[in-house]
């Protein structure tokens, strides 16, 4: 492990199953993690799950779901049980301030009010065994693309085939534009929906979490939407476990 400034430093990486395009993302990860002396522990959708992502969507064209809100389900569970595995206590995740802006807006767009208390920084939840922080939240997505570029980092090349599904490709690209005609727009955004969490927050809306009935990890309703998932997954796609 790489020790820096009292932290023992881990990488962590989830293989989600999505032919000819994640393959790429890890091998950049496990050499760089190389290089740097890093350790790097890799979770797949289909150790944990018992199918792919790819696998996973075969069935989803008949309902009313996007590809990524079924992926981002299963993404945020593979992260805990990454995060376990290595045996961490902090998770900092690679969610940048495009990334916030853009689920705050879908939240907001969806009615989803309660969803958005919980996006407070500050939050801490008690059902998960470690704290998880976001030290690119104030970064705009570009630069991380330009930093990368001008350091030579390798970084992915190829977009996930599912990303224009759904209603996040089409916000994405209103706060580009809206960044575009207006510099500095993503990040009054940011800042509101800062300030909107954490008042959401203050009065009690977060999220409040309760053993899922069926396998026991935390849930915010009696059956977490992992379990819910897998179950339309093995109900109507071919592949099960």
């Known amino acids: 492990m790489n020790e820096k400034k009292g932290c023992e430093l881990v990488a962590l990486t989830v293989d989600e199953g999505v032919e000819g395009y994640r393959e790429e993302s890890i091998e950049h990860a496990a050499s760089l993690a190389k290089k740097l002396g890093v350790e790097h522990t890799v979770v797949s959708y289909k150790d944990l799950y018992g199918f792919n992502l790819d696998q996973a969507l075969d069935w989803k064209d008949h309902r009313d779901v996007s590809s990524?809100?079924?992926?981002?389900?299963?993404?945020?569970?593979?992260?805990?049980?990454?995060?376990?595995?290595?045996?961490?206590?902090?998770?900092?995740?690679?969610?940048?301030?495009?990334?916030?802006?853009?689920?705050?807006?879908?939240?907001?767009?969806?009615?989803?009010?309660?969803?958005?208390?919980?996006?407070?920084?500050?939050?801490?939840?008690?059902?998960?065994?470690?704290?998880?922080?976001?030290?690119?939240?104030?970064?705009?997505?570009?630069?991380?693309?330009?930093?990368?570029?001008?350091t030579g980092l390798p970084f992915q090349s190829a977009s996930c085939p599912y990303m224009h599904e759904g209603l996040r490709s089409e916000v994405r690209d209103y706060l580009n534009e809206l960044e575009a005609r207006h510099p500095g727009m993503k990040n009054v955004i940011l800042n509101s929906a800062l300030q909107v969490s954490s008042k959401l927050s203050a009065t009690g809306t977060a999220q409040k979490v309760v053993p899922c009935s069926s396998c026991g990890k935390p849930s915010s309703s009696g059956l977490c939407g992992v379990c819910r998932m897998k179950g339309l997954v093995q109900q109507h796609s071919k592949y099960t476990r």
């Open 68 to 150: 990524c809100s079924i992926c981002g389900v299963f993404r945020r569970r593979a992260i805990d049980e990454a995060a376990v595995r290595a045996r961490v206590t902090v998770v900092a995740t690679a969610h940048n301030l495009d990334d916030h802006i853009q689920t705050f807006m879908m939240n907001l767009m969806h009615g989803d009010v309660e969803r958005l208390g919980w996006f407070d920084p500050s939050l801490v939840d008690e059902g998960f065994p470690f704290r998880r922080v976001k030290p690119f939240l104030e970064i705009y997505e570009e630069e991380i693309a330009l930093y990368a570029h001008l």
